[in-house]
């Protein structure tokens, strides 16, 4: 499957917008158990002058979608999710490859992000990527206190 998205000659990322905000609440809430608002993503995507989301997208079509916060030279990772039938096809490593190289244009030295202790394929993601765990938030996700992990990357010197 990620072959066929490699090739796609229509495949780009994109800054989203507030038109955008349907297409990412449909995936928000079929992904997570304890979502934003779409009044938390409308802040985001209009008025916060630190947050940078982003949409993969195929045509007019929302893949997958993601953002940090930049904070002098640091990126958090807010949140990066894919809507469910395209999962496991490498879009979540291609936007947060994005991020990163977009972090780094804007003076970012280093990301960090919050991943659910018991998620494994997405520490494994984020390791590839050459995050490291740092430690843990205990009791952090509100739904069933699970622990978060706390990871770091350095960006690479341009």
Known sequence: MQDSFS??????????????????????????????SRGAYEHEFTENPIG??????????????GGYWQIMDEGHI????????YRRAGLGET???????????NGGKRMTLEVR?????????????????AGYRPGYYNDNREDALIMWVELAEK
Do not use: P
């Open 7 to 36: 090739k796609m000659a229509n495949l780009h990322i994109r800054r989203l917008t507030a038109e955008d905000l349907n297409a990412v609440m449909e995936i928000e809430e079929s992904t997570f158990s304890q979502y934003w």
């Open 52 to 65: 940078h989301f982003y949409g993969l997208f195929v045509d007019d079509t929302l893949l997958a979608y």
């Open 78 to 85: 807010a949140n990066i999710a894919v809507a469910e039938k």
């Open 95 to 105: 936007l947060t490859r994005y991020l990163m190289t977009d972090c780094q244009s």
């Open 117 to 133: 202790r018991g998620n494994s394929g997405a520490i494994r993601l984020y390791e590839k990527l050459g995050f490291v765990g």
